[in-house]
């Protein structure tokens, strides 16, 4: 890669599509930016294919734009060179050998074939790449989608649900591999409805719901927003507590005999107040949320189907 083309990025604007009644896409907006690994995340439904294919020119939009590298997609005159994509790992050719597929590819795309031996390597398919492809697992399937995107040895990489299809040592794997795309400063879109998948990888969470951005932040910023600041206090003098805090502007609610959930102040200054007027206390604790716990939230409202808990249904 050379420096210039290390600032690249995605830049997804406004996109707007149907698909008959079915609004698929309603204003989507972001940025993919270099050096860093950003999540898509979102429920069954939310769009996250559906983007990937409108910034690959494979699916129009009604509104808005998709541009790689500041051009349509398809105006590259070489695009692997621009963008690596993996959309659908079983596009391949069930007869030919994961090695020939590669080297085909290169030929039409004018790459050198000593590529094809580099990305063979990076993408983990080691002496499989003699085999037919049409034998493989799904995901030996994903490492060839993804040495094909690694081809053109392209500044920006978009890879639609990775994980699909990997054993758990392959999970680890992609996670690695994904952060070293990142590491050498490319910029990497990977998409996921599973917010676990994402949780130790992604730099950077673009969280979509129903054709829209719900979030476009940090994974740290997402989790500091969900604990909502709320501090659970343990003590033996409830309303004494209650009263103190209360008088420094905090919001108390009794959330059982002895605790009390406290919202406006930070945990240290309310260990100090506590302190400061003798007030007896066993535990204060800020409410850490997770990363799952905050993305439920989010989506909430965006999700299509919902899996009901076993036990309810007949109810
Ligand atoms: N070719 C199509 N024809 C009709 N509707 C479509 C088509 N492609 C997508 N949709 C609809 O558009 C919406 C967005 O679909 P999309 O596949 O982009 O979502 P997604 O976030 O990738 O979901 P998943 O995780 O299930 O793949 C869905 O409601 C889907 O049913």
Redesign the pocket.
């Known amino acids: 890669m050379s420096d210039e083309s290390t600032k690249a990025t995605i830049e997804v604007i406004g996109l707007r599509k149907r698909?008959?009644p079915?609004l698929?896409l309603d204003g989507m907006t972001f940025t993919v930016r270099p050096g860093r690994v950003t999540g898509f995340v979102?429920p069954?439904?939310?769009?996250?294919?559906?983007t990937m294919r409108v910034i690959l020119g494979l699916d129009a939009a009604e509104e808005g734009k998709a541009l790689v590298d500041g051009v349509p997609y398809r105006t590259l005159r070489r695009p692997l060179r621009h963008l690596g994509a993996l959309l659908d790992a079983s596009a391949l050719q069930p007869s030919r050998t994961a090695h020939n597929h590669l080297r085909w590819l290169a030929h039409s795309q004018g790459l050198s074939a000593r590529r094809v031996d580099e990305v063979i390597e990076q993408a983990g398919l080691g002496t499989a790449a003699r085999r037919k492809a049409g034998g493989f697992s799904l995901g030996m399937r994903q490492r060839l989608g993804i040495a094909a995107a690694l081809l053109g040895d392209p500044p920006v990489v978009m890879l639609d649900e990775p994980f699909n299809g990997l054993d758990p040592d392959g999970i680890v794997w992609m996670r690695g591999f994904l952060a070293e795309l990142a590491r050498q400063g490319r910029a990497v879109l990977v998409s996921s409805?599973l917010m676990s998948e994402l949780e130790d990888t992604a730099d950077h969470l673009v969280v979509i719901g129903r054709g829209r951005v719900i979030a476009d932040t940090s994974v740290s910023e997402l989790l500091a927003e969900a604990a909502g600041g709320r501090v659970t206090l343990r003590t033996s003098a409830p309303p004494r507590a209650a009263q103190v805090l209360h008088g420094a502007g905090a919001t108390v609610l009794a959330t059982g005999p002895d605790t009390l959930g406290v919202t406006g102040l930070p945990d240290e200054e309310i260990v100090a107040l506590l302190a400061r007027n003798g007030v007896p206390f066993s535990q204060v604790s800020a409410h850490r949320a997770t990363l799952e716990e905050a993305y439920m939230e989010l989506t909430r409202d965006a999700v299509e189907y919902r899996g009901v808990p076993a036990g309810e249904a007949t109810r």
């Open positions: 698909f008959g079915r698929a979102g069954n439904g939310a769009g996250k294919s559906t409805h």
